[in-house]
């Protein structure tokens, strides 16, 4: 019995020794050696957004800024946030949504660029609105009374949604939003659970291509056909304590979005690499605008909207606490 | 039934072997009309294969995520944050434990709050966990160590309390040093207790880490399994789902075994289930 | 050392003193140093008026109570009758327990998109997570209950050919409620994590549901007042189902006696 509790204890103190081991969350440094690459920790979502970066480092934009690229993949803004605050990460894709509600509850969170804009084709962009095609629904205000599934409540997708039923002259608040994942989305609404979802792409193309649906809005160019639907954050703290780095990222950004406009099956083609969607569908997909440049009115417009869907209070305070420090 | 007394012992022995492989053998009748009815509901189209594959789907993708590295990765992953959280739920709850109902002041002024505190279920908390941590295997760390603590920590308070009163009034009457009761007379007593503790809290452990893994995404098969969800690849979903089911039951067939070879005279080992 | 019992007062005093402490403590520190996700205890409940408390106990947390219920009391008439027929035929029951083994140890959240395939998303969905879920601790508990009746028993059942019935119901029910009783308190626990659980994935009301969308928004208060509820609601369980217990075991014991 004596040598079972030593035992025990000696792996008990082991035990607490690798504790302290597996440690917290690690922040970026500069590297020692000047001249070296300074390295870039990048949390993400798997979408065709990123791949855009990952054609950009490909090409060297980043390295001529003396960047490197970090990329981990998450689950998603409202959990990348709490990481980028935690330090876990330097800079972080997000939708809009989650940065504006996020500032509002005193997130210190800064945008450095817009990650992806609506396509200003109100005839091919990356969100829709899809029915099935014997559904009596054939417009955003028919949405009245029906239910909608997104895949996150509160968030991009329903507000996109509320604001085409709103110009479609419908009432948002009619319609039921439901939360599902991705994948279930299909099987639900065959199964007639649900009457009607807004989701992106390459989910989109996944969708159509059974071939017995049809979609009613493209999203987010029927919404706004500037609307800026993610963007890329820091911490204030960041921004503040290295403009350097800030300048250099959407320095090596232009560049990467310059080209990725101009080689859009390049794009694709990277995406590739990190998913497993169907190279047809890829294929077919439609593409964001991406540009660095913003204006306060751009982030002003989706924060009313997003006050219209009651998910945020002032659309100006938080408008200004987004972008205050941002260097665009 | 007729035996001659000669062949007695060797009649009993035979029933014994006879005994001893008869749930086995009929356990493995259970798995087989198991396996049997994943493959034919299915392939039937009872439900619908496209979300619940036959069974010699699933074994594919099975063998498949067996060669990829990026499982093994997961399943260490997995089973190193369920053993660093069992060990430190351990070490915790036996500490406090020992504290709590070794003063009586204590455990009174605490049980309040303790009776308030465990039944909160520990995925209410992974909001919270995932503010503060992000998406790391810290954030399931906590999560697997708020469920566990509580079970070893209830079995060690019984077993305080149950330690033998006359060992400590003569280890007191004897003016023995109260560290030396610690180790000499309340550890020993109480380690059948801890060990049961153990025993609960690896299964509860597991469950919370895989739990984490999948809702917050910290490495481990959980969150393979869900990435095999999002991108839609149902028969390794499925597999990965067996692989965290078999991982459960030979955790809690190990520890029960474990748990038998040393405590077989404890009576909860009859008890519990 | 017998136990001197302490009067009532001093017992509500050493009840609530810790307690008390606690919040206290939380805020002081959280006035002196606010922090975003630790709101102290004033924010907590100030925000209960605003959200919990207005209208959200009939939309989110009644719904939430039901299907907790409903689920509950599925698993444990389930897990009670299976339980009985398992245990009552040995090589049904050596049979089963590798299959129930490994249904147990799958983790709970998977049950959801599983369930989610066959029956959709609305409370239908939500009640089966829960009873499949919690169903196991009952099911086993009472097939032990059943395995360790008394042998006369059984083979005065056998000889005087008892019926199924009475076999079921009036023998082995009764001789093995001690052992369900211990079952059906663990699935209680379980059955209130499947809850939260059944919430997280494609819910439009409840509890569980209201914690993750708070958080989504960064509601921290808010967040924290579902948490505190679910804490209540698992206090109050308990206590109910240790009154219920008792009112059990009082019949349990009435039974025994008459035979």
Not at chain 1, 42 to 52: K, L, R, S
């Amino acid at each position: 019995m004596r040598h079972t509790a030593k035992a025990l204890t000696a792996a008990a103190a082991l035990v607490l020794a690798l504790t302290g081991c597996a440690g917290g969350p690690a922040a970026s440094e500069t590297p020692a050696t000047p001249g070296a690459l300074r390295a870039v920790n990048i949390g993400a979502v798997p979408t065709v957004d990123i791949a855009v970066l990952y054609l950009g480092e490909k090409q060297g934009f980043f390295e001529d800024q003396g960047l490197e690229l970090d990329i981990e993949f998450g689950a998603g803004g409202a959990a990348l946030i709490p990481a980028l605050i935690n330090g876990q990460y330097d800079i972080i894709y997000s939708n809009i949504i989650s940065a504006l509600q996020g500032v509002e509850r005193g997130l210190p969170l800064v945008v450095t660029a817009p990650a992806g804009v609506a396509s200003g084709d109100v005839e091919a962009d990356t969100a829709a609105i899809i029915v099935p095609d014997d559904s009596a629904i054939q417009s955003p205000k028919d949405l009245e009374g029906k239910t909608v599934a997104v895949n996150t409540l509160s968030n991009l997708h329903e507000i996109m949604v509320r604001e085409v039923v709103i110009k479609d002259g419908g009432d948002p608040d009619a319609v039921q939003f439901v939360e599902l994942g991705l994948p279930d989305m299909g099987a639900a609404l065959d199964s007639g659970q649900i009457d009607a979802m807004s989701t992106s792409e390459p989910w989109v193309g996944t969708w159509m291509q059974a071939g017995d649906d049809r979609i009613i809005a493209l999203n987010p160019s029927e919404a706004d056909v500037d609307f800026i639907h993610s963007v890329y954050l820091t911490t204030q703290e960041k921004a503040q304590a290295d403009p350097g780095l800030i300048e250099a990222w959407r320095a090596a950004l232009e560049e990467s979005f310059a080209y990725a406009m101009d080689h859009v099956d390049e794009v694709k083609a990277e995406m590739a690499n990190f998913s497993d969607v169907d190279p047809g569908i890829l294929q077919q997909m439609a593409m964001s605008r991406y540009t660095v440049d913003f204006s306060r009115d751009d982030v002003l417009r989706v924060a009313e909207m997003t006050q219209r869907a009651h998910v945020l209070q002032d659309p100006e305070k938080a408008t200004d606490l987004l972008i205050d420090g941002a260097a665009g | 039934m007729t035996t001659t007394s000669a062949s007695l012992p060797a009649a009993r022995e035979r029933t014994r072997a006879r005994g001893r492989a008869e749930p086995f053998l009929w356990g493995l009748v259970g798995v087989v009309v198991l396996a049997i009815a994943l493959q034919v509901v299915p392939a039937l189209g009872i439900v619908n294969p496209q979300f619940f594959p036959p069974l010699d789907r699933v074994v594919v993708a099975f063998a498949g995520e067996l060669a990829t590295p990026a499982f093994w990765s997961a399943l260490l992953a997995t089973l190193y944050g369920w053993l660093l959280g069992l060990a430190i739920a351990t070490v915790a709850g036996v500490v406090l434990g020992v504290l709590i109902a070794g003063i009586p002041i204590v455990a009174e002024l605490l049980n309040s709050t303790i009776e308030f505190l465990r039944p909160i279920p520990s995925v209410a908390l992974v909001p919270l966990v995932v503010l503060l941590f992000g998406i790391s295997m810290q954030a399931t760390l906590v999560l697997v160590v708020y469920a566990s603590l509580w079970q070893v920590l209830i079995q060690v308070m019984y077993g305080v309390r149950a330690v033998d009163v006359v060992a400590t009034e003569t280890a007191r009457s004897y003016h023995v040093a109260s560290w030396r009761q610690v180790t000499r007379v309340i550890w020993p007593s109480i380690l059948p207790y801890v060990f049961v503790g153990i025993r609960l809290a690896a299964t509860v452990a597991l469950v919370l880490e895989i739990t984490g893994e999948l809702v917050i995404g910290s490495p481990g098969l959980g969150k393979q399994i869900s990435l095999a969800q999002t991108s839609g690849a149902v028969d390794t979903m499925y597999a990965l789902i067996w692989v965290s089911a078999l991982l459960g039951v030979v955790v809690s067939i190990g520890s029960r075994a474990a748990e038998r070879r040393t405590m077989f005279w404890h009576p909860s080992i009859r008890g519990e289930v | 050392m017998r136990r001197r019992t302490r009067p009532l007062r001093l017992r509500i005093v050493f009840a609530v003193a810790v307690p008390i402490a606690i919040v206290a403590a939380w805020q002081i520190v959280a006035t002196a140093r606010p922090s975003l996700y630790w709101p102290s205890p004033l924010m907590i409940v100030q925000s209960f008026g605003r959200t919990w408390l207005d209208g959200m106990i009939v939309q989110d947390v009644l719904p939430s109570l039901g299907r907790f219920v409903v689920g509950y009391l599925i698993a444990v008439v389930v897990g009670v009758v299976l339980g009985l027929l398992i245990g009552s035929f040995r090589r049904l029951r050596y049979a089963a327990e590798p299959v129930i083994d490994i249904f147990r140890a799958v983790p709970p959240p998977v049950i959801v998109p599983v369930v989610m395939l066959f029956v959709g998303i609305g409370d239908d969905m939500k009640i089966i997570v829960i009873a499949i879920g919690s169903v196991w601790p009952v099911l086993l508990n009472t097939v032990e209950g059943v395995r360790g009746i008394d042998e006369v028993q059984r083979s005065t059942a056998d000889s005087y050919r008892v019926s199924p019935w009475r076999r079921y119901v009036r023998i082995a029910l009764p001789a093995a409620t001690p052992q369900i009783l211990v079952g059906a308190r663990q699935s209680l626990s379980i059955a209130l994590i499947m809850m939260v659980i059944s919430e997280m994935f494609a819910a439009t009301n409840g509890i569980g549901f209201n914690i993750v969308q708070f958080q989504r928004l960064f509601a921290l208060p808010e967040m924290w007042g579902g948490i505190v509820i679910l804490g209540v609601i698992g206090v109050v369980a308990n206590v109910l189902f240790t009154f219920a217990e008792r009112r059990v075991a009082a019949w349990h014991f009435g039974m025994q006696e008459s035979r």
